[in-house]
């Protein structure tokens, strides 16, 4: 049986990228790899996060990088880097690269450039274990993911690699396939995220879910990974000012709720991470000042298959969460996506695969009445083709255990050759060092003076 090394295992309070893990994890253990011999391999975890990290690459062993503990954020884990892109082997040799059969990459939404090349770092270690497994002759591939924009010439090198220097590689949603900057990208197949994967997905009984629930799970705009923390922080912190009334998002997902309790229904809202923790309680208890606490409920779950079970056992949903529309639909639960530009092109993408591109709506720029108007209207599509959308699904799961079960038998590595790649990660790197040096230099400075004013 084949051995694994995963990059790398999700650590996060965001159940979407746990639902990631435990797909992956399921779809190898379907197509015949070892996974009691495998390892997932962890970039840098928060502690706070790692148990269920853990229990979600159950079976795995886990291991962390940096190995020897480099914090990230400094000037530290920029030499290490440089070390590693100049010598891909010695990352393998730091990981055991050398004792699997394949690498395998399990990017998710990472595989970007953002505007302001605040993601560069992250974006280097993604690549990395490619490098180092194509260094030692080990074969790599990408699971299904979102890929692009890319907008420098490291990106577009990186592109190319994707394309040509993996042994197989996919994209998880159709605007990833029609972002791709040569007609190469038609190569690559388009086919289900890990999260489709996760065990025990199904339809429920018709006993186990109320029609008359409106599921709700939401997220700010303008928020995320593709923002960046620093824009990220900002917003969360100018939409706290007005208690979120001056958020689109809360603004659309208040009108939706209101409607449907107008009409006699009930409203769950289910927080799908910490970041929507605020904006989720906020619209609860305002729902609730509303219609009475009794028809408004806010469920925080505690566990990954407690939120799994909260999204089961609603009659519709309406979410800006790309895995809330995966987990939910997987159950047969009809599904609407809310999307910003901000948060990038994987929302639509996904209801194109899924061949009802309508149920997913574009909120920025636009009133809250022509987006509510939208919403409806997809409604009621889902509704009408959840059974057909069910059966779509699974259908697709067998199409991607298949790719991934001819990637395993596939033999040797790619002749690509990444020397233009690992040049311009270098040279950025350098770069993103000195600003560091820089900055940790004014910083000592600012310190030192603000000693001397207080003698």
């Known amino acids: ?55 979600t690459l ?31 082997e010695r990352f393998a040799e730091d990981t055991g690269m050398g004792d699997v059969d394949l690498v395998v990459l399990n990017a998710g939404e990472h595989l970007f450039e953002s505007p302001t090349g605040e993601n560069l770092v992250d974006l280097v270690w993604r690549i990395l274990p490619a490098l180092a497994a194509h260094t030692i002759g080990t074969p790599v591939v990408l699971l299904p993911s979102t890929i692009g924009p890319f907008r420098t010439e490291f990106g577009a090198l990186l592109e190319d690699f994707i394309r040509k220097g993996l042994e197989a590689a996919a994209y998880r949603d159709l605007e990833s396939k029609r972002l791709g900057s040569s007609h190469d990208s038609s190569q690559l197949p388009v086919l289900l995220d890990p999260g489709f994967f996760v065990p025990g997905l199904r339809e429920r009984e018709a006993a186990d879910w109320d029609g008359s629930v409106l599921g709700i799970v939401l997220r700010p705009e303008d928020m995320g990974i593709r923002p960046g923390s620093r824009r990220s922080a900002f917003v969360q912190s100018k939409f706290r000012e007005s208690q979120f009334r001056n958020s689109q998002a809360f603004q659309l997902f208040s009108s939706i709720a209101e409607a449907h309790l107008g009409d006699g229904g009930r409203v769950k809202i289910i927080v799908q991470t910490r970041a929507d923790r605020e904006i989720s309680a906020t619209l609860a208890d305002h729902l609730g000042d509303i219609a009475g ?88 599509t889902a509704r009408d083709s959840i059974e057909e959308i069910y059966n779509r699904i699974r259908a697709n799961r067998t199409v991607a255990r298949r790719w991934l079960s001819e990637a395993l038998e596939s033999d040797g590595t790619s002749s690509f050759d990444p020397t233009a790649l690992t040049i311009e990660a270098l040279a950025l790197l350098y770069r993103e060092g000195l600003r560091r040096t820089e900055k940790d230099s004014l910083a000592h400075v600012l310190q030192t003076v603000e000693k001397e004013l207080k003698k």
């Open 1 to 55: 049986m084949t051995r694994t090394m995963l990059f790398y295992g999700h650590v996060a309070s965001n159940w979407g990228d746990l639902a990631i893990n435990a797909g992956a994890l399921e779809l190898m253990r379907r197509t015949g790899v070892d996974v009691d011999n495998s390892t997932a391999v962890l970039l840098a975890p928060a502690d706070q996060y790692r148990r269920q990290s853990s229990f």
């Open 58 to 88: 159950k079976g795995m062993n886990l291991t962390t990088v940096p190995a020897d503990g480099t914090e990230r954020g400094g000037r530290e884990e920029i030499e290490l880097l440089i070390d590693y892109i100049a010598h891909p």
């Open 293 to 380: 606490a009794d028809r408004v409920e806010l469920s925080d779950p505690q566990g990954f298959r407690a939120f799994i079970d909260e999204l089961g056992h609603v009659g519709t949903l309406v979410t800006s969460r790309f895995h809330s529309v995966i987990l939910a639909s997987s159950q047969a639960v009809p599904s609407v996506g809310i999307y910003s530009e901000t948060h990038g092109h994987k929302m639509p993408g996904l209801f194109d695969l899924l061949k009802i591109p309508t149920c997913a709506v574009r909120l920025d720029d636009r009133t809250i009445t022509a987006v509510r108007e939208e919403v409806d209207n997809a409604l009621g």
